[in-house]
């Protein structure tokens, strides 16, 4: 099947929601971590939602995220085909009003299923008021495309972007009300005192208190909008079980699987060096691959698709995982498509 777009994964987060469980959604910084994950949750029958950023498009595209873009959908619309679940995109970490033209591209993709605008660096009403400008564009586009917006300031860097733990600050209730009505966003991204990049809950003040309150704030205001958590990679199990119990369907997460795509590699390589690296004395002699030498390389250890086929099963086993904690697994809606 295809890939599919927003209305598809809008019933996605809706039966998530009704029945208590979540996703994480993947950032695909690599082409091995893209097909790990696609596979670890295939495996265990769940819908994944991958998401790509400005850098990750254009680190595909040559550094063109225009083409970047194109290249994920194309891949996406072929593997997909492939696969017994439901493959969704969201473009993720939009920053306005910097990226403007990047959110045009977007638009005029259809790539994405769904994108998330970020100008929660800037004062609410600003934040308001370019955020509803990104959601008349993005609604200007073929499809329905969803819309997640940020309330809130999340610490870490993103793209780039850094907020200092001391500038950041936990999402208000009646100003998450205000800002949803007044933005028409599809899915609310809630500071809950999370971490983008490498952090643990044991050094965070996370309060998924915080977001109960704001989705009971929501659902009172008569509005049915999915959470999201950012910066899920250094929340313990029990934390993303407590944030689902909240009512959030969808974490975010990146750090984790570069760190599983680095070690596997450095696990890997630091196992087989001696299969990989001449001895000590001997010629590095690489132009003629050691034809002068008692010792040559093995081939079935230096072969690129082998390290990336270790990858690529630690992150199926990784997805499989998650999908199983959030409760995801064996509950995809296309399954039958």
């Not at 995109?89 to 998330?116: I, K, W, Y």
Request: net charge negative; glycine share 10%.
């Amino acid at each position: 099947m295809p890939y599919h777009g927003g209305s598809e994964l809008a019933d996605v987060y809706a039966a998530a929601r009704a029945d208590g469980y979540g996703f994480f959604a993947s950032n695909v910084t690599h082409y091995d971590i893209l097909v790990g994950l696609l596979q670890g949750a295939d495996r265990v029958g769940a819908d994944a939602v991958v998401q790509v950023g400005h850098d990750t498009a254009a680190f595909y595209g040559g550094g063109d995220p225009r083409v970047g873009l194109d290249a994920i959908g194309a891949y996406l619309d072929r593997f997909a085909a492939f696969t017994d679940v439901g493959v969704f995109c969201n473009v993720d970490h939009v920053h306005l009003p910097d990226q403007r033209g990047f959110l045009d591209a977007v638009v005029e993709t259809g790539v994405a299923s769904s994108v998330m605008v970020d100008a929660s660096d800037r004062p609410f009403e600003e934040n308001v008021s370019l955020t509803r400008e990104a959601v008349e564009r993005v609604r200007e586009g073929p499809g329905r495309t969803l819309v997640e917006a940020e309330l809130g300031r999340v610490a870490g860097t993103e793209s780039g972007v850094e907020t200092a733990a001391e500038d950041a600050f936990y999402t208000d209730p009646d100003e998450a009300v205000e800002f949803v009505e007044r933005t028409g966003c599809d899915l609310l991204a809630v500071s809950v005192g999370t971490q983008h990049g490498v952090a643990s809950d044991r050094n965070l003040d996370v309060r998924p208190s915080v977001a109960r309150d704001v989705d009971e704030a929501l659902r009172e205001a008569g509005h049915e909008v999915p959470l999201v958590v950012h910066g899920a990679s250094g929340v313990s199990d029990a934390g993303i079980e407590a944030f689902l119990d909240a009512g959030v369907p969808k974490f975010n997460k990146n750090t984790r699987y570069q760190y599983e795509y680095a070690r596997t590699a450095a696990d890997f390589y630091h196992e087989h060096a001696d299969a990989i690296r001449p001895p000590d004395g001997a010629p590095d002699d690489r132009g003629s691959m050691f034809a002068g030498s008692e010792w040559s390389p093995d081939r079935s250890y230096f072969h690129p698709h082998v390290v990336a086929g270790e990858i690529r099963d630690r992150l199926a086993a990784v997805m499989a995982d998650l999908c199983r904690l959030t409760g995801s697994a064996g509950r995809s809606l296309y399954t039958d498509d």
